[in-house]
């Protein structure tokens, strides 16, 4: 591996984002939109001051020129989403540069004096590049530029396991069935559909866990296939098929975190989907006046009794 740096300005990272040189699909990255909408009005105020550098932009070049971005997805498409007008600026919007005073209160890009739109994309940043940079290696990288910030278990685990076994977890998060249903927006954000899709796949394989704690679920991804994984995605397309419109409408707030490994794995390995589907929609309607299943699910939801306890209900009252 080996790097080198140079300093772009912000016209040359949009332009290679929009002729899709620039990616911000590597496996070690978070999701996108992890930003509040402060932290990006933050982030704009301080390309038009120009009064400190922004934070380098770290990418690995492949063979065929394409550059992948390590660290640095928040701040570019945060840039990329208000120079295509995607937000405004908030009211009393008020910014001195160079003695002159400009009200930017509720201005998107297009709007700007032509001044202060130069002055967002003449912005110098630093980009590093990484060459002959395995996934290892980035992972390493992302990991290190990170310490500082802190990351959810979830994003901790993603950078430490095998690419191939990434690839099948991505798969299952593409499903319609997770743009539909079962996750929070605050979830997705902290990269929660990784772990609950895990320890589905634990459940499905039957694998011999101590705990669905962190530690164990990481130790299971680093050693298992990505066959294993394909059946939970084999599983959220089925749930797909079965979920009306009307479904979606109702439950925009998303299942309770704790019954997903359940639904997923349930759903990999019953016989009788649509009869599973139905006893879980009405296992989940009533599942507040659930006594006996809700024993599993309050102190200590991840000691390796609990999780049984909770996966033998499902197993013999609606596993179909």
């Given at each position: 591996?080996?790097?080198?740096?140079?300093?772009?300005?912000?016209?040359?990272?949009?332009?290679?984002?929009?002729?899709?040189?620039?990616?911000?699909?590597?496996?070690?990255?978070?999701?996108?939109?992890?930003?509040?909408?402060?932290?990006?009005?933050?982030?704009?105020?301080?390309?038009i001051q120009g009064h400190m550098p922004i934070p380098p932009i770290h990418v690995s070049k492949d063979k065929d020129g394409k550059m992948w971005v390590i660290d640095g997805k928040q701040r570019l498409t945060t840039i990329n989403?208000?120079?295509?007008?995607?937000f405004s600026l908030p009211v009393d919007t008020e910014i001195t540069v160079e003695g002159k005073k400009y009200d930017l209160s509720r201005k998107r890009f297009p709007k700007l004096e032509e001044e202060i739109k130069s002055?967002?994309?003449?912005?110098?940043?630093?980009?590093?590049?990484?060459?002959?940079?395995?996934?290892?290696?980035?992972?390493?990288?992302?990991?290190?530029?990170?310490?500082?910030?802190?990351?959810?278990?979830?994003?901790?685990?993603?950078?430490q396991i095998p690419a191939n076994i990434l690839d099948a977890v991505d798969e299952v998060s593409s499903s319609e069935f997770f743009d539909?249903?079962?996750?929070?927006?605050?979830?997705?954000?902290?990269?929660?559909?990784?772990?609950?899709?895990?320890q589905a796949a634990i459940l499905a394989n039957e694998?011999?866990?101590?705990?669905?704690?962190?530690?164990?679920?990481?130790s299971y991804a680093q050693?298992?296939?990505?066959?294993?994984?394909?059946?939970?995605?084999?599983?959220?397309?089925?749930?797909?098929?079965?979920?009306?419109?009307?479904?979606?409408?109702?439950?925009?707030?998303?299942?309770?975190?704790i019954n997903i490994p359940m639904l997923f794995a349930g759903m990999a390995v019953s016989k009788d989907k649509k009869k599973f589907f139905e006893n879980f929609t009405k296992f989940d309607k009533g599942y507040e006046k659930n006594t006996k299943y809700r024993e599993f699910c309050a102190v200590g939801t991840s000691k390796k009794e609990n999780v049984l306890g909770r996966w033998e209900y499902f197993k013999k009252n609606i596993n179909a």
């Amino acid at each position: 591996m080996d790097y080198s740096n140079r300093t772009r300005t912000v016209t040359a990272y949009l332009t290679d984002i929009k002729k899709e040189k620039l990616s911000f699909d590597h496996k070690v990255q978070r999701r996108g939109n992890q930003w509040s909408r402060a932290q990006k009005i933050e982030l704009i105020k301080t390309l038009i001051q120009g009064h400190m550098p922004i934070p380098p932009i770290h990418v690995s070049k492949d063979k065929d020129g394409k550059m992948w971005v390590i660290d640095g997805k928040q701040r570019l498409t945060t840039i990329n989403d208000y120079v295509n007008g995607k937000f405004s600026l908030p009211v009393d919007t008020e910014i001195t540069v160079e003695g002159k005073k400009y009200d930017l209160s509720r201005k998107r890009f297009p709007k700007l004096e032509e001044e202060i739109k130069s002055r967002i994309t003449e912005t110098e940043i630093l980009q590093v590049t990484y060459t002959d940079c395995d996934y290892d290696e980035c992972a390493k990288i992302y990991t290190v530029l990170n310490n500082g910030t802190p990351l959810s278990n979830a994003q901790k685990i993603r950078a430490q396991i095998p690419a191939n076994i990434l690839d099948a977890v991505d798969e299952v998060s593409s499903s319609e069935f997770f743009d539909s249903v079962p996750f929070t927006r605050a979830q997705l954000k902290k990269g929660e559909d990784l772990i609950l899709i895990l320890q589905a796949a634990i459940l499905a394989n039957e694998y011999d866990f101590k705990s669905f704690g962190g530690r164990d679920i990481l130790s299971y991804a680093q050693s298992c296939k990505p066959a294993d994984i394909n059946k939970i995605k084999k599983a959220c397309d089925d749930l797909s098929k079965f979920t009306k419109d009307s479904d979606k409408k109702d439950r925009q707030g998303g299942y309770k975190k704790i019954n997903i490994p359940m639904l997923f794995a349930g759903m990999a390995v019953s016989k009788d989907k649509k009869k599973f589907f139905e006893n879980f929609t009405k296992f989940d309607k009533g599942y507040e006046k659930n006594t006996k299943y809700r024993e599993f699910c309050a102190v200590g939801t991840s000691k390796k009794e609990n999780v049984l306890g909770r996966w033998e209900y499902f197993k013999k009252n609606i596993n179909a």
